[in-house]
T-cell receptor, first 112, second 113 residues
Framework: DAEITQSPRHKITETGRQVTLACHQT?????MFWYRQDLGHGLRLIHY???????NKGEVSDGYSVSRSNTEDLPLTLESAASSQTSVYFC???????????FGPGTRLTVT | AQSVTQLDSQVPVFEEAPVELRCNYS??????LFWYVQYPNQGLQLLLK??????LVKGINGFEAEFNKSQTSFHLRKPSVHISDTAEYFC???????????FGTGTRLTVIP
């Protein structure tokens, strides 16, 4: 069965360190997204990609970057982790607008 | 710009009672509307979506929602809830022709035995 996975599921890091969260999907979807979920804010879009070599900034992109070298993966990098980036991060993928987004199980990141 | 408002952050309801979770959106152009559910420690799953056509949309697990263009609303309803419906529910909107979703802040539904 096709799926979308995220790793690690839990991560604790220190302020200032670089952190990369992995997202891998086997749906063969062109569209991939990264969200963060915080209490009182729902899910907010960080970055998204419509295909290989395509990346776009979302609503809360400062301090984050992504790269898309193949269809299956969209890793999210925190260049220099800050305590404000403590959150739960979700990756999602979709075929397009008319189709649902499939979400991964999430990564809980704590920055100390 | 588009935005989504979920007025109720928490909704407690007794088992087998009906429930309505409210969602209002603002947009100057046509939109697609979605409801997602998030069970504890899991990602989001699609409950239902409105793209066009009939304004009453039926989804999984007995949920339905009605698109009301004049009131810019897309409220979610279920006539009789079960314990297993306890979860966080998110309303989301996307512009027609766009791939991005804008989410509301979520409503936590707690079903009381």
């Amino acid at each position: 069965d096709a799926e979308i996975t995220q790793s690690p599921r839990h991560k604790i890091t220190e302020t200032g360190r670089q952190v990369t969260l992995a997202c891998h999907q086997t749906w063969n979807h062109n569209n991939m997204f990264w969200y963060r979920q915080d209490l009182g804010h729902g899910l907010r879009l960080i970055h998204y990609s419509y295909g290989v070599q395509d990346t776009n900034k979302g609503e809360v992109s400062d301090g984050y970057s992504v790269s898309r070298s193949n269809t299956e993966d969209l890793p999210l990098t925190l260049e220099s982790a800050a305590s404000s980036q403590t959150s739960v991060y979700f990756c999602a993928s979709s075929e397009g607008t008319l189709y649902e987004q499939y979400f991964g199980p999430g990564t809980r990141l704590t920055v100390t | 710009a588009q935005s989504v408002t979920q007025l109720d952050s928490q909704v407690p309801v007794f088992e087998e009672a009906p429930v309505e979770l409210r969602c209002n959106y603002s947009s100057s152009v046509s939109v697609y509307l979605f409801w997602y559910v998030q069970y504890p420690n899991q990602g989001l799953q699609l409950l239902l979506k409105y793209l066009s056509g009939s304004t009453l949309v039926k989804g999984i697990n007995g949920f339905e929602a009605e698109f009301n263009k004049s009131q810019t609303s897309f409220h979610l309803r279920k006539p009789s809830v079960h314990i297993s419906d306890t979860a966080e529910y998110f309303c989301a909107v996307s512009l027609t022709g766009a791939n991005n979703l804008f989410f509301g802040t979520g409503t936590r539904l707690t079903v009381i035995p």
